[in-house]
């Protein structure tokens, strides 16, 4: 089988048969490779890949340290149906964030209305793979155009097939800066929130689209978005629909902790810049 055959397929590696894994995938690499760095002195990347591990991924994780981006893999971070967060530590010793999206998870075929109609991204293939480097690709770039634009996100670092790298945002022990879920919140918190999504609409041309207490989080009081991959373009057919959405959520939120919010169409209005 050529090796690019071997990327397209999908993967075959149950969640509880982790360690059979790592069996088929040495079998799979040559005899000079399993006694190379990469399976000796980076055995300890190996270990926090579970069932996201598969060849391609490993491969991808592998240029990236070859390449100076990260020079390993700290540990797991958190996981959802899409995808899991890796914590990375750089060349430099600061901490990264890896996201790698899951090749075998089926929730992208449910995104599809996130990237049909999105005039940034018309070449789309068919096929699994394609569609999740699509993902990836997609959320980097909007975080690039958030970051640019001045909205307090993660930066983003670098993107590769179905893994993303960004600035971990937290401690130096590892500890992440938590959720809105999970913080205490304020009339000040509400107020960075409307501001930080006013920027996303008006000078990075983007609806988030996604947003709730879960990926909107507060580090030293200060407010900032995170998962970017349902972001839509302004001109998506469906951005005025997602935007209400994002500010019914946080709304609602913030409502159930006590604190005053506006009208939702009056908050609409505010955000794309239409009640001056």
Known sequence: MLPEEEEQREPEFPEEKGHKAMARADRRLSKHERESRLLVKRSEDY????????????????DLIDDGVVRHVKGSLAAGKESKVYIAVAPDGSLRILKIYLTVSAEFKKRMQYIAG????????????????????????????????????PFPI??????????????SEGKP??????????????????EQVT?????ARLVHADLSEYNIFKADRVIMLFDFGSAVDVRHPNSKQFLVRDVMNVNRFFEKRGIEVLDAAQAVEKIKGENK
């Open 47 to 62: 270990q926090v890949f579970d069932d996201v591990f598969d060849v391609p991924t490993l491969m991808v994780v592998n």
């Open 118 to 153: 999105d005039p940034r991204f018309s070449d789309i293939k068919k096929g699994s793979r394609s569609l999740i480097t699509m993902w990836a690709r997609k959320e980097f770039k909007n975080m690039q155009a958030a970051h640019t634009s001045g909205v307090n996100v």
């Open 158 to 171: 670098a993107v590769r097939k179905n893994v993303l790298v960004m600035e971990f945002v937290g401690d």
């Open 177 to 194: 800066a938590p959720a809105l879920i999970n913080a205490e919140v304020t009339s000040d918190d509400y107020k960075q929130v409307i």
């Open 199 to 203: 920027i996303l609409y008006q000078k």
